[in-house]
């Protein structure tokens, strides 16, 4: 069984850039989440998607994030404009419908 | 809300070792407790989960832990520790009732002493 999918694995862009993060989650799976993971730290969730819905986008900062899952699949995740302190590991992980998420490897973000 | 603590932010074992990474949660009801390892540069992956019914629960690579309701704890355990274990160690907890999110510990650091 294939895994989550992310890519790509390593950016760097300056501040003020924009950036984007892309997921296939596991085929069947239809919750989805965002988490960002600042070095030295746990994983914190973004934003969480079931089916093509927002379920909870609570800890998103939405005036420079933006997440969607178009048909119900894909995800994408979206810096813009980037901060020095959005540098991070951005982790996307799928789920049948309970709490055991299963987690792609992961996109290194370094802002500059 | 619910909460978790990994007290232990580095932890160092001789290799052969036992170890026992400490972990307390805070939620209201019956938590679904995991544990995930990650290697630097790599994603997360489950050890081990506690959904319900026996409390020693049994994972990959040897890992065990044992949920404990009175003390809050989910402690992970290994009898022998080995040079590939190095890596970072986060409980989390999740909850039905709150929308499936995992809550993360800040996780423990090991590092393994030949």
């Known amino acids: 069984e294939a895994g989550v999918a992310q890519s790509p694995r390593y950016k760097i862009i300056e501040k003020r850039q924009s950036v984007a993060f892309w997921c296939n989650p596991i085929s069947g799976h239809a919750t989805l989440y965002w988490y960002q993971q600042i070095l030295g730290q746990g994983p914190k969730l973004l934003i969480q998607f079931q089916n093509n819905g927002v379920v909870d986008d609570s800890q998103l900062p939405k005036d420079r994030f933006s997440a969607e899952r178009l048909k119900g699949v894909d995800s994408t995740l979206k810096i813009q404009p980037a901060k020095l302190e959005d540098s991070a590991v951005y982790l996307c992980?799928?789920?049948?419908?309970?709490?055991?998420?299963?987690f792609g490897q992961g996109t290194r973000l370094t802002v500059v | 809300a619910q909460s978790v603590t990994q007290p232990d932010i580095h932890i160092t074992v001789s290799e052969g070792a036992s170890l026992e990474l400490r972990c307390n949660y805070s939620?209201?009801?019956?938590?679904?407790l995991f544990w995930y390892v990650q290697s630097p540069g790599q994603g997360l992956q489950l050890l081990l989960k506690y959904f319900s019914g026996d409390t020693l629960v049994q994972g990959i690579k040897g890992f065990e832990a044992e949920f404990k309701r009175s003390q809050s704890s989910f402690n992970l355990r290994k009898p022998s520790v080995h040079w590939s274990d190095a890596a970072e160690y986060f409980c989390a907890v999740g909850a039905y009732n709150a929308g499936n999110m995992l809550t993360f510990g800040g996780g423990t650091r090991l590092m393994v002493k030949p």
């Open positions: 939620y209201g009801a019956t938590p679904y």
């Open positions: 992980a799928s789920s049948l419908g309970n709490p055991e998420a299963f």
